[in-house]
């Protein structure tokens, strides 16, 4: 049974640039939510995706948006992208929202 | 509104001695608290959950928590660290009408001597 799987694995982009990464959950898992882990801090919640919605958000601003397919799978995109957003991007998957979530291995994202 | 506090970011033990790593919570209502261990590299991985049941929580590669409501902690321990135990540790916590939505500590780097 494959676990959470994410692409690509690294990026390189530079300030302003557009950028999507990509989440596949668990078999059996119909909830995705995304994490941004700055170097040195634990993971902050981005947003919480379920039945193609976007149920929860935290305080990252609308340059920071998702989507949710019929399969479950999910894209993250950050827009006009600032050195700041150089993190590792990790995406969680759980059998709905309220349930223990399994991470991914994360895309790590450089801003130059 | 919920935080988590773990106390030592850098915690150094030698192979067979116990492992302890504190974390503190702050929370409303009564929440669910979960310990993660993440190595070089990698995601994060579940070491263990509390949702209310028995306060003293077993995970898996021999960890355990007990979740103390008095003194708002839920702290992780092993009684003979590995050097496989050799991993940063992040307590987490959830609650109330945002249970989907984890908030992490700042997390515990751990080091084992031989």
């Known amino acids: 049974d494959a676990g959470v799987t994410q692409s690509p694995t690294h990026l390189i982009k530079t300030r302003g640039q557009q950028v999507t990464l990509r989440c596949s959950p668990k078999?059996?898992?119909?909830?995705v939510s995304w994490y941004q882990q700055a170097l040195g801090q634990g993971p902050q919640f981005i947003f919480q995706?379920?039945?193609?919605?976007?149920?929860q958000r935290g305080n990252f601003p609308d340059r920071f948006s998702g989507h949710q397919f019929p399969n479950y799978s999910s894209e993250l995109n950050v827009n006009a992208l600032l050195l700041g957003d150089s993190a590792l991007y990790l995406c969680a998957s759980s059998p709905g929202a309220v349930e223990t979530q399994y991470f991914g291995p994360g895309t790590r994202l450089l801003v130059l | 509104a919920q935080s988590v506090t773990q106390l030592g970011s850098h915690v150094s033990v030698s192979e067979g001695a116990l492992v302890l790593l504190r974390c503190n919570y702050s929370s409303s209502v009564p929440p669910y608290l979960f310990w993660y261990v993440q190595y070089p590299n990698q995601g994060l991985q579940l070491l263990l959950k509390?949702?209310?049941?028995?306060?003293l929580v077993k995970g898996i590669n021999g960890f355990e928590a007990e979740f103390k409501k008095s003194e708002t902690s839920f702290h992780l321990t092993k009684p003979s660290a590995h050097m496989s135990d050799a991993a940063e540790y992040f307590c987490?916590?959830?609650?109330?009408?945002?249970?989907?939505?984890?908030?992490f500590g700042a997390g515990t780097q751990v080091v084992v001597t031989p």
């Open positions: 078999s059996g898992h119909d909830t």
């Open positions: 995706y379920y039945e193609e919605e976007e149920r």
């Open positions: 509390y949702t209310s049941a028995a306060t």
């Open positions: 987490a916590v959830s609650e109330g009408d945002s249970w989907g939505k984890l908030q």
